[in-house]
């Protein structure tokens, strides 16, 4: 028996899975790619964490979350459909670029696939081809010379860059870029045509994203469960739920289901109709911020839900929220605009401000 310790395992994954025999293919590398995502998948799925099936096998969980979510990509182009030799390259190579297309609709990952085949795609034309073809499926109003093709989509998104830059050399590099993937005739003109024009359709700027820092104590109250007006019994004062205080908003949760947090009644918040909160790295936001990664606070009207090119707005993307800002009405479901951002605030030493005698000198 193997000493390899499990998490928390399923009691029924101790005799539907052959641990084991999954450990030891991983770790002798048995099979291909494709196989090895399906054995790590199974191994979590019945309670063994990345770390231990790392140390068990050498697959790190960076790469075992990439083969495992590029092994469900891989079959979903088998089940939409998908060429003999695609569907044998990438039964045996090419994990990283089909964990590229795991943003992308399931209809879409197939074309994309046989694009990226067909053109000879290095990994971050991969995912740029991606992108494109992301955008172009949100546009609200299409173009009637770029098809539905992911290459036409691709085209498009040249096309339209290369209408914006004044620069001859970049305009002509996109340009070309986009005739390389051109689909279509009518793209391939569309195209063609700006070689001779030379308009420059200047680009919408992005919007500054809300974005605040707390920067006094008194701007961040600690929250507290109210038990009641007295007179209240034993019972009542037991009865109140345990609060966590989660760091670094001092946002609370109980026993039950939810959670609160505390924000500063800026105009802005008391605006908001029916705000709620979201928690988020700031690398995770649509605009880079400078500094450190720390987390932030999203604030969300969920009321306000007519675009804007002024804002950005939250929308549902396979499945998972995301914060998107839109240059063109996207005529898809917005479900809130963002009012407003809050990092948190600054502490030099922590423990430095909790000795009394520190702060009365």
């Known amino acids: 028996m193997s000493d390899i310790s499990q998490d928390s395992p399923k009691p029924e994954s101790q005799t539907s899975v052959d641990a084991e025999g999954l450990l030891r293919s991983l770790r002798r590398k048995e099979g291909t790619w494709v196989e090895w995502g399906q054995a790590c998948q199974t191994l979590q799925k019945a309670g063994y964490n990345p770390q231990t099936i790392f140390e068990a096998t050498g697959f790190e969980p960076i790469q075992q979350n990439q083969i495992i979510v590029a092994a469900q990509v891989y079959a979903t182009i088998l089940s939409e459909g998908v060429s003999e030799a695609a569907e044998r390259h990438f039964g045996h190579k090419g994990s990283d670029i089909l964990y590229e297309l795991r943003i992308l609709p399931q209809a879409e990952r ?37 098809t539905g093709h992911p290459g036409d989509a691709i085209a498009h998104q040249s096309w339209k860059q290369a209408k914006q830059k004044s620069d001859l050399q970049e305009r002509a590099r996109l340009i070309a870029r986009g005739l390389r993937f051109a689909h279509s005739a009518t793209a391939r003109k569309q195209l063609e045509h700006l070689l001779t024009d030379f308009t420059v359709t200047p680009a919408k700027p992005v919007p500054r994203l809300p974005l605040y820092r707390l920067e006094a104590s008194e701007e961040l109250p600690r929250i507290l469960p109210v038990v009641g007006k007295l007179p209240l019994t034993k019972s009542d004062l037991q009865a109140v739920p345990l609060i966590e205080e989660i760091k670094p908003f001092r946002m609370v949760k109980f026993a039950g289901t ?3 947090v505390s924000v500063p009644g800026w105009q802005v918040i008391l605006a908001s109709e029916d705000p709620v909160v979201v928690v988020c790295d700031n690398n995770a936001l649509p605009t880079p911020l400078e500094g450190e990664p720390e987390e932030v606070l999203v604030v969300l ?57 520190q702060i009365d000198e």
């Open 110 to 146: 197939a074309a994309v696939a046989e694009l990226v085949l067909e053109k000879g795609l290095d990994l971050d034309e991969a995912h740029e081809a991606a992108k494109a073809v992301k955008e172009y499926s949100r546009l609200g109003k299409k173009s009637e010379e770029f």
């Open 258 to 260: 939810g959670a609160w």
């Open 301 to 357: 009207d969920r009321a306000q839900r007519e675009w804007s090119e002024q804002h950005f707005f939250i929308v549902e993307q396979a499945g998972q929220l995301q914060i998107q800002w839109f240059a063109e009405d996207p005529k898809t479901s917005l479900l809130g605009k963002v009012v407003l951002i809050m990092r948190p605030k600054k502490v030099l030493d922590e423990d430095y401000t909790k000795e009394m005698w």
